[in-house]
């Protein structure tokens, strides 16, 4: 096991670190410059935190969270057998196709137009590790495995580590139990599909939660290169780069960690950059993701969008019933920044990186239906909250309700993935 303190912040450190000398008496001048930092010192400052690694306990949540995943996962595919769906069509359904598709034969080098000039769908849009794993896993089985298992296997894979990633940074935070509860709770949330099928969703959780779990430690350089495995997943590294050069920038500011804040915020977008430029360079073109990209509605609008969609949804224009969980997200999440961000027990690393996550769900259009997928990565900092209370009822009474969650996210999942018409 492995400890490390996060030291706590407060003006006299600040002082001590960078040699400054408190003014005397008679030196008036100095204090109206001391003043507004010690205030801001003081509204900002966080308890220190010990991180706390422990293997033993990190397998034990990795294998709660395969447990609870066989449950959702084994009921989604015998229903879905029961139906009349095989086994590969499940796991070809939407965005796992294009990865498959991606790991099969590689990406096109060109792009196609609708007749209105704008570009058409593509998969030049998706980000190149979680293909590359699986031709990889398909590979190392000497093609024996599909590839629709290949990807199976490396979710789930990426999703036990990504649990041990939550219970290390919960357990760090509220203690063991509630460790263990964040990961049962996440593993039974509604759109667990996401961590099962061939998504991105259990590779970039994984990289997002251990990402976390080095910031909090203040291990600029382990979170710089796992900065930098998440960039090449999916474009939504770019909160955890932001998150990574406030929070270098603030340790700068107080004159800690040497070098190693500077190297990291040089570091840490290299994924993102590499991600942009190879998948650039397929059609020859430095912007090309950025063009393949407007295919799929994602480009930051400043919430337009979502404005569009709750005006549909308010006014009855158009209603699908995964509608109220879309609008209960949106503010749920909101309300979770503001929580965490009033808790001093909660490191600014984990709310700042809610809130960027919740800042790009709502500043980009895409389908709304996809909002509580985008959010899955980010879900276990939400429930934080929630977790504490959960953690103190008696265990057979948790047990019950994780499998209850776990069955409702396999049936869920069914609807999300086969019978419900517009992508999750």
């Known amino acids: 096991m492995v400890d490390v303190t996060n030291p706590p912040e407060g003006p006299a450190k600040i002082a001590q670190a960078s040699g400054t000398v408190p003014a005397q008496q008679g030196s008036p001048e100095l204090k109206p410059a001391r003043e507004p930092l010690a205030r801001l010192e003081t509204l900002l400052r966080r308890e220190p935190v010990t991180v706390h690694v422990d293997r033993r306990e990190a397998l034990t949540a990795a294998g709660i969270y395969l447990a609870l995943s066989a449950i959702g996962f084994g009921l989604l595919m015998v229903v879905t057998h029961h139906l009349g769906f095989s086994a590969d069509h499940v796991l070809r359904r939407w965005d796992s196709e294009n990865y498959l598709k991606i790991a099969e034969s590689g990406y096109p080098n060109h792009l196609t137009y609708r007749p209105d000039g704008t570009p058409a769908f593509t998969r030049l849009a998706f980000f190149p590790l979680l293909p590359a794993l699986i031709r990889g896993v398909h590979l190392v089985f000497f093609g024996a495995l599909p590839f629709p298992y290949a990807g199976v296997l490396v979710s789930w894979v990426a999703g036990a580590v990504a649990a041990a990633g939550v219970h290390t ?199 709304p239906l996809s909002k509580p997928r985008f959010m899955l990565p980010f879900l276990p900092i939400m429930l934080l909250l929630v977790a504490k209370p959960v953690a103190r009822l008696p265990r057979l009474v948790q047990g019950g309700l994780y499998v209850c969650g776990a069955v409702f996210a396999g049936w869920y999942a069914i609807g999300l993935l086969v019978l419900f018409k517009m992508s999750p």
């Open 169 to 367: 940074l919960s357990r760090s935070l509220v203690g063991r139990r509630v460790g263990y509860a964040c990961v049962s709770l996440w593993a039974c949330s509604p759109y667990a599909f996401a961590l099962w099928v061939p998504y991105s969703e259990a590779c970039f959780s994984a990289a997002l939660m251990w990402t976390l779990v080095a910031l909090v430690a203040r291990r600029w350089l382990t979170a710089a290169a796992l900065c930098v495995v998440a960039g090449t997943i999916r474009p939504t590294a770019s909160v955890l780069v932001g998150v990574l050069v406030l929070t270098a920038a603030w340790s700068l500011l107080h004159r800690r960690g040497g070098r190693r804040p500077w190297i990291a915020m040089i570091i840490a977008p290299l994924g993102l950059i590499f991600s942009w430029l190879y998948l650039g360079s397929r059609i020859g073109h430095l912007n090309g993701w950025f063009e393949a990209e407007k295919a799929w509605g994602q480009s930051f609008d400043f919430g337009w969008g979502t404005l569009r969609f709750l005006k549909r949804v308010i006014l009855y224009q158009h209603i699908d019933i995964r509608y109220p969980l879309v609008l209960a997200l949106i503010l749920l999440v909101a309300v979770a920044v503001t929580a965490l961000a009033l808790d001093r027990r909660t490191p600014w690393a984990l709310v700042l990186a809610l809130a960027g996550a919740w800042e790009l769900m709502v500043g980009t259009p895409g389908s």
